[in-house]
């Protein structure tokens, strides 16, 4: 039974679907073993169904991993790695159940090489951005969903 958006409350969504990284929702699937637990997103969860994805551990990538960014198009490891295969297998699983479930919202790790909307780390391991989104962001919108930064809720 899908659940739809059905009010506000104190600027808030109420009985929504909503899809968001697993880290958010306090899960330790980050790449060194943590989580970027958000107050907003656990607030969130407690008035809506929400729907906990790690593109990483979904494509099949071990949780600690060696930190990844997007170098000339592939997902590559700090230590030189191809890992585009993995990421994008997580992100086509995200796809999969955003289309299934319809959510009216996705919220998203900012800076991620997989969930970043707005930026992502430019691929040179230095901590600069790129102002493009990662690899389960992009393949999201460009199917048509909305996605935000967890950093703009």
Known sequence: MKIMCQSMQEHRPVNCVIVV???LAGENC???GGNNRNEKVIQLMSD???IPVC???MGGLPTPRVP????????TTKDG???????????AKCLEIA???QPELIILQSRSPSCGVKQRYDGTFSGKLADKPGVTAELL????FTCIDAEDM
Not at 68 to 75: F, L, T
């Open 30 to 32: 980050k790449y060194n």
């Open 21 to 23: 990284s697993a880290c």
């Open 141 to 144: 919108m460009k199917n048509g």
């Open 48 to 50: 809506n169904k929400v």
């Open 81 to 91: 790695r191809n890992v585009d295969r993995e990421f994008r297998a997580g992100a």
């Open 55 to 57: 593109p990483e551990q």
């Open 99 to 101: 289309l299934r479930e």
């Open 68 to 75: 990844s960014e997007i170098v000339n198009g592939i997902v």
